[in-house]
């Protein structure tokens, strides 16, 4: 049996394996002014219930932040306090009984999708989460790119708008400030769901999101752009008007493939991805 936990900015959700099949499965929302400590005493409460039925074998854990993956430790989370370098794994493996790995939370969604979802067969593939954050995952020939300091696919604090309004970072006209779920809500002072609804605002926004992602075909050249997270459920009211701004921004004078898609699994990418981890 194999342990999978998704820890997001807003919310956060655990599921049991045996192999490959998702037999529990629970979901909840944060508390931001319970912090770290609100998260990890409801992550104590469904372990502890579960292991009353499950025998645990190992835990895979997709971070809602930047993660030192060689050192196995989060560094940091800006919407969640509490979390600058905690052992979580240390945490998860105490509770569980089980060997614990851990990645952020895109990187488990690359995983996820490339070989559960939308990415199979699909390589390289850039895999990007649209949600309260943006985080980006790079994945071929079956392992993820993480770069020399865990910090490659970090697209989210790409800038995009050198004079734009600062981010969470410090930095000013990020790609995650101009255009993830938190910034949108606090900008525009209605939730990224119903944007999502109102065609006029959603052609203004795909010129910002296509930006980033022009960033990421223009260097990394991709088979295939995954997006999952709240804001892809979107579906092709977001998906249609992007495509469409990806081929204006990316002119002729490049042949780069545009094929932008929606994840498959929904809201559990990253637990596939936990899963993947936890089998390797």
């Known amino acids: 049996m194999i342990l999978a ?7 956060f959700s655990m599921a049991v394996f045996d192999r490959r099949r998702m037999v529990r499965r629970e979901s909840r929302a944060t508390d931001a002014a319970g912090g770290r400590e609100w998260m990890l005493a409801r992550i104590r409460e469904i372990v502890a219930a579960w292991r009353l039925d ?6 895979g854990i997709g971070f809602g932040g930047p993660v030192d993956f060689a050192g196995q430790r989060v560094v940091l989370s800006t919407h969640v ?3 600058r370098d905690f052992d979580l794994c240390g945490f998860v493996s105490e509770l569980s009984g089980a060997p614990a790995i851990m990645d952020n939370d895109a990187n488990a969604g690359a995983i996820g999708e490339a070989e559960f979802g939308a990415g199979k067969g699909c390589s390289p593939l850039f895999y990007m989460t649209l949600s309260t954050g943006i985080g980006g995952g790079i994945y071929d020939n079956g392992r993820v790119w993480r770069g020399s300091d865990s910090y490659g696919g970090e697209i989210g604090h790409l800038t995009i708008r050198p004079d734009g309004p600062e981010c969470l970072c410090g930095a000013r006209g990020c790609y995650e400030r101009m255009c993830s779920g938190l910034w949108l809500e606090r900008d525009y002072g209605r939730s990224a769901r119903e944007l999502m609804q109102d065609a006029p605002f959603v052609e203004h926004y795909v010129v910002d999101l296509a930006l980033g992602l022009k960033a990421a075909i223009m260097l990394l050249n991709p088979r295939r752009i995954v997006i999952g997270g709240g804001i892809s459920k979107a579906g092709d009211r977001l998906f249609v008007p992007l495509r469409t701004e990806l081929r204006r921004q990316i002119t002729s004078w490049s042949a780069a493939r545009i094929d932008v898609v929606p994840a498959a699994l929904g809201d559990d990418s990253v637990l596939y991805g936990a899963l993947a981890l936890a089998e390797r």
């Open 81 to 83: 306090g509490g979390w």
């Open 54 to 59: 499950f025998p645990f074998e190992r835990c």
């Open 5 to 11: 936990i998704d820890i997001g900015g807003t919310k």
